[in-house]
């Protein structure tokens, strides 16, 4: 699978942005999908996760509350809404995905997928 994100851009605190995330070839729903962060300097972080079981999507305690992931099988596309920004959620998004079937605690850690896509750029100004 590729995946191919976008959405990202420059908005002022407390504003929303919706992240998509494209997947080309076999429908996301074959995979654990993702969506991780990384700010400069620092490591890339866990941001949300789903399984498609129906007891998902798993969050960030950070964005819990604020982002919500969810998929749209016409597209074959995964969204992350992003609410109520800050300007700690200054990043870039990376969607992700895992055909490892991890567990929920292995959602968490980024070896566990194989297919990334390129990352957009998301600025929140104070």
């Known amino acids: 699978v590729q995946l191919q994100a976008s959405g990202g851009g420059l908005v002022q605190a407390g504003g929303s942005l919706r992240l998509s995330c494209t997947a080309s070839?076999?429908?996301?729903?074959?995979?654990?999908m993702a969506w991780w962060r990384q700010a400069p300097g620092k490591v890339r972080e866990f941001v949300s996760a789903n399984n498609w079981s129906g007891r998902g999507p798993y969050y960030a305690d950070s964005v819990k509350g604020r982002f919500t992931m969810s998929g749209a099988d016409d597209e074959n596309t995964v969204f992350l809404q992003m609410n109520s920004l800050a300007p700690e959620d200054t990043a870039v998004y990376y969607c992700a995905a895992s055909s490892s079937r991890p567990t929920i605690a292995q959602m968490r850690t980024t070896r566990q997928y194989q297919r990334w896509g390129q990352g957009t750029q998301v600025t929140v100004s104070s």
């Open positions: 070839g076999r429908t996301f729903r074959s995979y654990v």
